[in-house]
Structure formats: C-alpha cells, structure tokens
C-alpha cells in the first residue's frame, strides 16, 4: 500500500469553505486519494442495486439530501477549530510517537528474533506500517490526553498488522482484536448491521480504556500488555505462583505461553525499528501530524455504496475507515458517523448538496409472525435466494417472530429505521422440520432393550429411557406400552419388535420438548433430554470471511406441538 498522500491546496480550499458552512458550493471537488487496501481475505457483500447517479438539481430549491450529513470534525477534538494552515500539521508523526515513548526497555533474544524478523521482510513492513498510517495520529493523539505512553500506539502492529477488518480462528475481531465478550463488556455493540469491535474509533477507545484498567491493575506496563494478550486472571495467577515460590513477579520472570512470552518482545522490536529505522535497512513512510480522516456525521439513512460514491472513493478505500458495518446500508440511528479523508470529506458534501434520489434502498424489516424464507420474501416482494443471501439465512431454516431482516425499501418502508432495532437487531431462526407426534408401541414377544428401540427410531438410548422413565440398559417387558416421538408424516409399524419401519429425522426427534406429553397430560421424564446440535441454541451467521461467527444471529430452540421440554 502507497502511504497516504499530502493534501492539495484545492482540496484544503474547498474543505474550510465546507468547515465555514457556506450555502454552496461552487469549488470544484477534488478527486479521491487513490489509496488500495491491502488485500485481506473478507467475504464480499452481496451485490447491491447500484445507487442513483450524482446529478444537478433541475430546480433552484436545495434538495432534501442536503441535510443528510453535517460538517466534518475531527473526531478526537470536536471542540478544536480546523486550521488548514498550521505549521504544526506539516511536522513529522514519527518524531511525535517517538517522544511519547514512556516504557523500560527490555533487551533478550525473543526481541532480537523479531527485529531480525521484521527487518528481513521490507514488504511487510512498508504494507503494515503505510496502513498504520491511516489511524496512527488518531491513536497518538488519544495516548497523549490520556498521558500514556505512546508505545501503545504501535500495538495494532502486533496484533492485526493494522487491518481494521482482521478475524483470528479464535473469533477476536478488529484492528486490536477483541473477543465478543470483552468487547461487550467495553460497550462495543455486536449485532445484524454492525460490530464496533471493528470500528475505528469505539474500538481504539476500548482498547486503551481496557489497557488503563490493567495497568492501574498491576502497575507495569509490560504486566498490563501480558494480561491484554493473556487474560488478567492468568497472569494474577502467574504473579501468586512466583510470590509463593519466592521468585521475582516482572514479565521476564513469569511463567507464561510462548505467545505471550513474546508478546512483549514483538512490540519491543517494533519500537526499535521506528526509533532507528536505518539501523534495520528500512525506510518507515512519511507521516504528517495532522488527522488522516474526519468525522462526518450522519442524519439520514444511507446505502454505503452511494457513500462511497458520493465521496469519490472505492469501496475498499470506504471499508478501510468504516468497517464496522455487516449490511450494505448505513443507518443514522445506529452509525450517526462515517470517516472520510480530508479531500473526500469535502467531495462528499459537495455531492451530496446536489444529489437526488433515494439515499437507502434498504431497510430494516421486523417478521410479525415465525415463516419460512419464501413466505416472508413473497410478503416483502424480493426472491427467496436474494432474502437468503443478503440475510445468511442457512438452508432448512424458517424464521422466528421478532427476527430482523433486511429488505428493500418501499412505499410501505420508507422511514430510517428506529434506534431499537438499529441497536438490537437480531435473527432468531429454528430448524425448518415437520410437527411430532406421540406413538404408544407394545413389545415384541421377548421384550426390547431401551438400545434396541432407540437405534431402531434414530434417536438416543437415553431420549427413550427419559420417555418412558426408564433406564438406558432397561429392557421393556413383553406386550408392554413404549412411547416414541416421530414426524407426523414418517409411517411407523406399531409393534416395536417388527423389522420394517421408517427412521424418521434423529434431528428432529432430537428437538423434541419431553417433559409433559400433551394429551393425557402424563408426565414422562423426571429429565431433561439429551439436546441434539440443531435443537441446541446457537449462532450461525457467517461473517466477512465466511465462517461461522456470533454477529447477532441465534438459532432458538425447536418446539413441539406435541411436547414441551
């Protein structure tokens, strides 16, 4: 990735008109950055109805859209008026982040391996740190009105390579890589339309909230960066273990996984490398001291293609600053900000005073009622395979009532969606099988083990037992009563020595609620049974790089008519 290229004089003109609030603009737009992404591997979003064409108004009247954004800001200092002609602006980021350097130093071999490392991959070093640009001032500048030390800024370095978008095998998300819980518990809001765990600026924010608290926890920096990559209880316990032992308790001394073992290091040679790049043979891009990208504020729903269009960037370039969002629209009640660069900031209010058309042509949809994907496609007029695609609903599923869906805006859909829904969208799907029903069998003439009648149904040896309050090795009685539960439409012999019957779906008899058989009323199970992996609650939407992930779509429990657990 080329690093991020100095501002133009046009685009800073036409920027403080744009900060002045002028009714109009008449300075021609400048043109986006330019800048690529670097290629991560992340699932592209479905294809999406192209957004309407920027075009002059036919009449003098300012159109609606004109209110659709307010003025950029630099989100770290809303209060702090632009100065486009500030000396300070042009100075050199790096000097900056190296006088905030606050740490001990540590010197051992794990970190002489990773300079090594580094300084033998240029490549590698000139992507990563070209795209750390993007974010660096924004990270230095929090550091610093918190008055920590600016080591701290490098850290996304070691965990994402500062890709905003990266995904681990273990499901920790963003540019500082949060797992789902802690990001929940640093208020990073994972739903349907977006996971802040991968949003630039709440996710920076939570970050160095989380490593303030483990610092003030342990007092010590390299301890505090342990338990960020570790967990905090493990390191207490590593610290006790030491204190029994009457062993020192730093981070050198620690027993601990090779990965946080190196976790330190890896960050050490990084530093190294920025203080004194040429020692390494490497040449760090050149960064100026000034914000890479602005605040916009959002007022009305939006598609983010015609955002990206509107601001004169790629959608790559668009993901690059706003990467949070799961859909292809962004919703104001739900992402009241996008990022843009300085010269696109002022392109995209530039157009978007001039645009006509609808801003969204998607929206949120609440399903009344629990239906199948193609009922509820029918009723929101789009095909079953778009509802399925753009909505990851997997195959063999129907859809629970409360569930929100994305759908096409319409007559009858017209308004933003609602501040509830943005922030609590969620998909509750059950597994799409026929209704049971209760079958009372009668023993063959030698009886039937619990094993015999279970592996003849498909179903489990203790599901049979729970059924009829039995246990798992019992052996049924000659002529005595068994129950089983089956789909309505599979046939079943009613003898259960008989050697021809129809299995009917273990999945589905695995679902079943046994608690209480409906009809008598006879209770059957003094249990529980055993759950199936489809009958068990769980989350299956897929995320960007298409494995499963916990992006707010749950799997409820399959229910009976029959039975209820």
Not at 28 to 37: E, H, I, V, Y
């Given at each position: 990735m080329t690093p991020p290229q100095p501002r133009k004089a046009q685009g800073l003109i036409a920027l403080a008109a744009s900060l002045l609030l002028t009714a109009c603009a008449t300075t021609?737009?400048?043109?986006?950055?330019?800048?690529?992404?670097a290629t991560d591997a992340t699932t592209p979003a479905p294809t999406l109805p192209a957004p309407q064409a920027v075009s002059a108004p036919s009449t003098p009247a300012q159109p609606p859209a004109a209110e659709a954004a307010g003025t950029p800001v630099d989100p770290l200092r809303p209060e702090v008026k632009i100065d486009i002609n500030d000396e300070a602006s042009r100075a050199d980021l790096w000097v900056r982040v190296r006088n905030g350097f606050g740490m001990p130093d540590i010197d051992t071999d794990h970190v002489r391996v990773h300079e090594q490392w580094y300084a033998t991959r240029p490549d590698y070093v000139e992507r990563m740190t070209s795209r750390g640009g993007r974010y660096l001032?924004?990270?230095?500048?929090?550091l610093q009105k918190r008055g920590m030390p600016t080591e701290l800024a490098l850290l996304p370095f070691i965990e994402s390579a500062f890709n905003p978008k990266a995904m681990s095998v273990a499901k920790a998300s963003g540019m500082w890589q949060f797992m789902p819980a802690t990001g929940r518990d640093f208020e990073l809001r994972q739903n349907l339309f977006r996971d802040d765990r991968r949003d630039v600026l709440a996710s920076t924010r939570a970050a160095l909230d989380y490593l303030e608290r483990l610092h003030n926890m342990f007092g010590d920096w390299h301890l505090a960066l342990a338990a960020y990559n570790w967990g905090?209880?493990?390191?207490?316990?590593?610290?006790?273990?030491?204190?029994?032992?009457?062993?020192?308790?730093?981070?050198?001394?620690?027993?601990?996984?090779?990965?946080?073992?190196?976790?330190?290091?890896?960050?050490?040679?990084?530093?190294?490398?920025?203080?004194?790049?040429?020692?390494?043979?490497?040449?760090?891009?050149?960064?100026?001291?000034?914000?890479?990208?602005?605040?916009?504020?959002?007022?009305?729903?939006?598609?983010?293609?015609?955002?990206?269009?509107?601001?004169?960037?790629?959608?790559?370039?668009?993901?690059?600053?706003?990467?949070?969002?799961?859909?292809?629209?962004?919703?104001?009640?739900?992402?009241?900000?996008?990022?843009?660069?300085?010269?696109?900031?002022?392109?995209?209010?530039?157009?978007?005073?001039r645009h006509e058309g609808p801003l969204a042509t998607w929206t949120a949809w609440v399903v009344p009622k629990t239906m199948k994907p193609a009922d509820a496609a029918q009723q929101v007029g789009m095909s079953e395979a778009d509802l399925r695609e753009i909505n990851r609903i997997p195959p063999r599923m129907v859809v629970k009532a409360g569930s929100t869906l994305l759908v096409p805006r319409s007559p009858q859909r017209q308004s933003d969606v609602p501040v509830h829904v943005a922030d609590n969208a969620a998909m509750l799907l059950a597994?799409?099988?026929?209704?049971?029903?209760?079958?009372?069998?009668?023993?063959?003439?030698?009886?039937?083990?619990?094993?015999?009648?279970?592996?003849?149904?498909?179903?489990?040896?203790?599901?049979v037992a729970q059924w009829n309050d039995v246990g798992s090795g019992a052996r049924f009685k000659p002529g005595s009563q068994i129950v089983v539960y089956v789909p309505n439409q599979a046939p079943v012999t009613r003898t259960a020595s008989a050697a021809k019957t129809v299995k009917p779906s273990s999945k589905a008899i695995a679902a079943v609620v046994t608690r209480q058989v409906k009809g008598g009323g006879k209770q059957v199970a003094k249990a529980a049974p055993v759950r199936s992996k489809t009958a068990k609650s769980t989350r299956v939407a897929k995320s960007d790089n298409g494995s499963k992930s916990r992006n707010g779509v749950k799997v409820a429990e399959a229910t009976s008519s029959t039975a209820r657990r």
């Open positions: 021609a737009p400048p043109s986006g950055n330019g800048n690529s992404a001032f924004h990270i230095t500048e929090e905090e209880g493990n390191v207490q316990r590593a610290i006790a273990r030491n204190e029994k032992a009457g062993l020192p308790t730093d981070y050198l001394s620690l027993r601990m996984p090779d990965e946080t073992r190196n976790y330190v290091p890896k960050l050490q040679a990084v530093k190294n490398i920025v203080s004194r790049p040429a020692d390494f043979a490497l040449k760090l891009p050149a960064l100026e001291n000034h914000p890479y990208f602005l605040s916009v504020p959002i007022e009305r729903d939006m598609d983010v293609a015609l955002a990206a269009k509107l601001a004169g960037m790629s959608a790559s370039d668009f993901a690059d600053l706003n990467p949070q969002m799961n859909k292809p629209v962004i919703l104001a009640s739900g992402t009241p900000q996008i990022l843009l660069p300085y010269d696109n900031a002022n392109a995209f209010l530039h157009n978007l005073r597994p799409d099988v026929p209704p049971l029903r209760r079958v009372a069998l009668k023993a063959g003439k030698k009886g039937e083990t619990v094993a015999a009648v279970a592996k003849r149904y498909g179903v489990s040896a203790s599901q």
